[in-house]
C-alpha cells in the first residue's frame, strides 16, 4: 500500500520489490507458517483482491452489527 497520489513509477517499484520478495522460499514458508497464501501480481490485482474483501467481510459485519468504539 501507498499513499494516494504516490507516482506511477514508485508504485511500480514497489510492487516489483514485493513481488521479488514474494518469490522468496524464506518468504512464502515464513507466511505459509501463518497461514497466509503468498501471490504476486500487480498493483491493480491487489487493489481488486483487497476491494473484494472489504466487500466480503462488510457482509459479515452488517449481519453480526459490528460496531466500532
Known amino acids: 500500500m501507498a499513499p494516494v497520489g ?3 513509477t514508485i508504485v ?3 510492487n516489483h520489490a514485493v513481488n521479488e520478495g514474494l518469490r522468496s522460499e ?3 514458508s515464513s ?3 501463518l497461514g ?3 501471490r504476486s ?3 491493480q490485482d491487489f487493489a481488486a483482491a483487497l476491494s ?3 466487500r466480503d467481510w462488510k457482509v459479515v459485519v ?3 452489527g459490528i460496531k466500532i468504539e
Open 52 to 54: 473484494e474483501q472489504v
Open 26 to 28: 524464506v518468504v512464502r
Open 31 to 33: 507466511l505459509a507458517k
Open 41 to 43: 501480481g500487480t498493483a
Open 62 to 64: 452488517d449481519a453480526t
Open 36 to 38: 497466509i497464501e503468498a
Open 6 to 8: 504516490t507516482p506511477a
Open 12 to 14: 511500480g517499484q514497489l
